[in-house]
Every structure is written in C-alpha cells, then in structure tokens.
C-alpha cells in the first residue's frame, strides 16, 4: 500500500515561482482563499500531510529576531485581527528545525506594513507575520491532517515596507525557499 502524498502549498504564485517543477497548491491570499483553498483539496481525499512554504515579515526585535536570509519553522500561530480570543494552534507536523530556528507567527488579512500594527503583534507573542498561517492550521487540525509551515522572512513589516518592495523581493524569496525544499525536504514525497 503506497504511503498518502504531501500536499506542497503556496498562498502566492510568486512564492511558488522557482516550483515549476514540483507538485503543489496555490490557494490565493488571505485566510479565506487559503480555507477554502485547502479544505477543497484536503475533502478530495488521499493527503497524508501538508507541507507550507512562503514568506511572511518579521514583527519581533532583539537578539532572537528571525533573519531574514534563514527559514524559520513554524511552532505556533495566533490570530491578530479577529476581536474575540482564539487559540494558539500548534501544527501537527514533525518539527524538523532547531529551536532557534522556530517561531510562532500571526495571521491576519492586512499586508502589515505599519509600525503601531507591528508593536501590536509582537505584543501577542509572534515574531513573524503573513495572511494564511492560521487559517492552514485550523484546516489541517479540522482534517486531522499533520502540517508543516516553513517561512523565510521577506521583510521587517515596519513603515518603510511597501507592496512594491515585497513584489520584487519576492522571487528571490522563493528561490531561497527551493534551496531549503531541495536541501531539507526532497525525501518528502510528492
């Protein structure tokens, strides 16, 4: 009996840009697209796991701030846009980085680029930021299916961010994100 496919996936095509090659989901941004994206596909049946990859910006400062030239696994995700309290959901994927190298991130659907917002979501704990985390975890629990979340910082999510900044930065981010994949997580089938 063949073992059941990890399911790659993307919130953005130019995250996926240097993944031509390989087997993967865009669900589109937001919480919403990345819902209903993955339950879609989680319903069809036959995933084994999900492994997620993409770039998110950096809210935390002081020594243990991600770099944004690293991957960073994901250990926890939070919610900083939703008014009533919610729960830290932990992936149930195999933690395969170090400590150091792990981080808890918060998900809302704001391109963060504010510092007032920044200070507001390191407050609750994060140290990175993006828009589908949270809503991939929540499916993936629902599913009873184990997750991975990989994100390689793009940017500092301060003031001087701008979405014109991170459509350029973008592609180099996923060419570093396919070093990592090729790297750390070719014996992952596909």
């Known amino acids: 009996m063949s073992k059941p496919a990890v399911l790659l996936v993307f919130a953005h095509r130019d995250e996926a840009s240097a993944f031509g090659d390989v087997a993967h989901l865009e669900t589109g941004v937001g919480k919403v697209n990345a819902s209903v994206s993955l339950a879609a596909a989680l319903a ?13 910006g950096v809210v935390s400062d002081g020594p243990e701030r991600p770099s944004l030239d690293e991957v960073v696994q994901i250990s926890g995700a939070v919610q900083h846009d939703f008014s009533l309290p919610s729960p830290e959901l932990r992936p149930a994927g195999e933690m395969i980085l170090p400590p150091e190298r792990t981080a808890v991130i918060a998900t809302g659907d704001a391109f963060v680029k504010n510092d007032a917002q920044r200070a507001h979501i390191a407050g609750l704990g994060a140290s990175l930021v993006d828009m589908e985390a949270y809503a991939y975890a929540s499916v993936c629990e629902r599913f ?8 390689i910082p793009s940017d ?18 996923s060419e570093q994100l396919r070093e990592f994949w090729d790297r750390e997580l070719t014996g992952v089938p596909s």
């Open 44 to 56: 069809e049946g036959g995933v084994g796991g999900v492994v997620v990859l993409g770039t998110a």
């Open 156 to 173: 500092f999510a301060d003031s001087s961010t701008t979405d014109e900044e991170w459509d350029e930065i973008v592609f180099r981010k």
């Open 144 to 151: 009873d299916v184990p997750l991975q979340l990989f994100k």
